[in-house]
């Protein structure tokens, strides 16, 4: 279906514009709030049954326009992008933004767009209607088309159709991949696929195939047919999961994607719930940026951030050979987000032998327990032999029997003589684990002494170490459990693995140390297997302590930010705050060093720009200029409320918002921390988490006595001290009485809390239903003598009303049927000079200096109400 770009109408379908205002009535600059709007409601009616079993999961604006801000190739005059999965047009959108904000607009911007749900079709063309009104505002002529068929079947017949055209055999396609470059139509492709497992006997599997790509999941199809419409140079940015980045299942996609583009960027999300929460996805999602050329980049930036609205992105660039190894024949992709992560790589090159070198190999446990669920018995009788679980894994070892619902024991008989190994020594982990789990790779050894049978089971969950068939040496077994539970491994790991399953390939890609180094490592071990900080020690001290890596140990520093992230947890802190950047931040203000004992904490007077250059300098985590915020607002503030930190123990009249402002551990905590991994530790921590009530009531009170006093409606309020508060005063006492006499406060903001006062029943009755979370002015009035409402803003550390900030105010209170004026408020004319450039026309500016004075921007006479419309004159 072609919708022609003259077109006005608001296309709807299955009712759904009925639920919108008309085109006519939205602001072009609400694009991304408007579609979002849709995403919300269209989420909320579709059943989550028919999102999962359609792989379908909208992308919400926050993820959409981080999307569109890694496209890097916006300088063309014609531009045509691809949606091969649009659903109500979210990424499209941000895409379309992000265009009309571009300095130099191009000519034209065309979107092609498939979907096939007839539900979501009708919200698509509202949002491309809403596009192409966004385009006529900066002169870009835009057309559309949406397909309304599926889009791996229409591929596969473009494509067809483009190799007939160039007289080539179709079978080539996957051997000369550029061979369609001349017939592809798209500069560039953003994408969203469907997240769903394939059948090998059906239609699309087959589709797929006849392009040359095996593979498992139709999210890596749409990968691959979207990058092969693309034409030459064309620019590809998609959000997906990550599993495809190792693992046999993808290894066919790998090769065929990463043949044809280059990767450019990667963004990692440290949570996996945060890119799509409103759906409840629970799936380690990354978004990539590549270009379609063969030639690679020299480098690739790997950026990170907890979920799409933190500001706080660490930024990391890589070589493009450690992103992918041009010699690895699986092609597997290893994101390496930082400095510490690049030198676990490093230290893990250092061992070069493989499984195969060793002799030895890993395979999957062979009972599939539905399968064989006649022979399994819960406990072990009379002509069984023991049937291992993962449940049985426990502290190195195999626990057995074990009190579970799991059965213990198989029969042993000819029927299931193929489903068992003989009794000997083994080293066997499990092939689930998550990313929140402590350790990736849980491996233990199966002590055949232990067991006095002649065969044993391993459940198709596990893993297992052998030696064609047989087993290892015990002291083998015990070197190869050290080694793979060791906290330089698992770092690893999570460098490449992006789902649950640690799976036998992933296990014999690894690389592994010699057969006399393992052997060195299990020597010594007998019934006590040994803890993590004991295995890290051997690690270092045995295969690490001769190599030039054995300083700026990436095990070291690791650990470290794990004690405190214990230390967080066991003081009480949310899951919101259980995380490296709160870590980090405890880290710096205790100027806490990766080799420095816990004693030699101490507590300097710290800025959030401190902390930051603390992380980089110290931990390798290189954040991304200019994004403090997120450290600010949610641990910093979390850990004054917690009363673990004070601010402005210097000088406590100074507001909390000032650029000045500083952070300190407090004296009982710096006391307490000092103790940790002492033996003094759990005495001290009950101790103080008994006391810490006391010590928020103290430092409240602190603050308390600082603060400004003003009175609103007969009541005494009390603002915090300081910064925009000390002007906020003096608007209350001097510029209210003078300008609006007899006016009605309705509103008040504080630098600690959003408001101090807020009379919202008063605004509803004016026609204004307002977020408390929103852009909220400082100060709002209602004159009632001329039936006004005033929007007061007070600049100390952010800056006055200018245009920009007009329009969001306008857009705030378009609900309101009075008329607005707007007041910029400064406390002296010193301050009010280095803005005056940026002070939109039709507003007031007041200066506290000069209280009897105001200054009009095209004003006519003193406070003056002006029409958002101008008046037509006859």
Known sequence: MIVPSSSKALVASHNSSLEFTSLAKLSSGNLLAEVDLRRAVVSLKLRQDKKVSMGQFLTPASVAQLMAGMFNRLDLPEISLLDAGAGIGSLLAAFVAKVCQQRKHRSSLRVVAYEIDPFLIGYLHQTLELCERECEDVGISFNYEIRETDFIEDAVRLLQVSLLNSAMPFDTLRVRPTAVNYATEFTHAILNPPY???????????????????????????????????????????????SFCNGPYFRDFRKMFLETMALEQVHLFESRQEAFSDDHVLQETIIIQAIKQREKSSSVIINTSSGANDDLIMSHSVPYADLVNPDDLEQFIHIIPDKISQQIVQRMALFTYTLKDLGLTVS????????????????????????????????????????TKKPQAIVHIEETANLLIPNEHYVISKRFSSKEEKRRIVAVVYDANQFNYAYVGFENHLNYFHKDGRGLSITLAHGLAVYLNSTLVDAFFRLFNGHTQVNATD??????????????????????????????????????SMSNLSENNP?????????????????????????????????????????????????????????????????????????????????????????????NPDDLSRPINSPKTVYQIETSALELLRTYATEEWEKSISTYLASIKTLKKQYAQEREMSRIPIVIAGEIKNLSPGGQNILIEKIINDFAPRFTPSGKLIYVGDTDEKFAYFDEATLTDLGVNIDSHGKMPDVIIHFTTNNWLVLIEVVTSHGPINPKRKKELEVLFRGVQIPLVM??????????????????????????????HLIHFNGEYLLQAYQIEKKQTS
């Open 364 to 403: 999957t446990g062979r009972v599939v327990d539905f399968r064989a669920k006649d022979y399994l018995r819960i406990n072990p009788e009379k002509n069984t032999v023991p049937l291992i679980y993962p449940v049985n894994l426990s502290n190195g070892y195999v626990e057995y029997p074990k009190i």
């Open 196 to 242: 769903l497992k394939i059948n090998a006997h059906s239609q699309v599997r087959e589709l797929l195939r006849s392009i040359g790509l095996e593979t498992s999941n139709l999210y890596t199809g749409f990968m691959a047919a979207t990058a092969q419409l693309l034409k030459p140079s064309g620019e590809f940015v998609a959000i997906t999961p990550r």
């Open 823 to 852: 007041v910029t408020t400064f406390l002296s004319r010193k301050a009010m000079v280095a803005y005056l450039a940026e002070i939109a026309w039709e507003t007031d500016v007041w200066v506290a200096e000069d209280s009897t």
């Open 555 to 647: 095990i070291v520093t690791k650990s470290r930010i794990d004690e405190a992230l214990q230390i967080l947890t066991q003081l009480g802190f949310p899951q919101a705050q259980l995380n490296e950047r709160s870590a980090l931040t405890l880290l710096a203000l205790l100027d806490l060093k990766p080799t420095d004992s816990w004693q030699l904490a101490t507590s300097p007077l710290m800025g959030i720009t401190p902390m930051m250059n603390f992380m980089a300098q110290h931990y390798g985590k290189t954040y991304k200029p200019n994004t403090p915020e997120t450290v600010r607002r949610q641990t910093v503030h979390q850990f004054l409320d917690a009363a673990l930190i004070v601010a």
């Open 507 to 544: 296990l014999r890609k690894l690389n592994y140390p010699n057969l006399q180094q393992l052997l060195s490592l299990g020597t010594g071990i007998k019934e006590q297997f040994p803890s993590l900080r004991e295995i890290d020690q051997l690690i270092e001290n045995q295969l690490l």
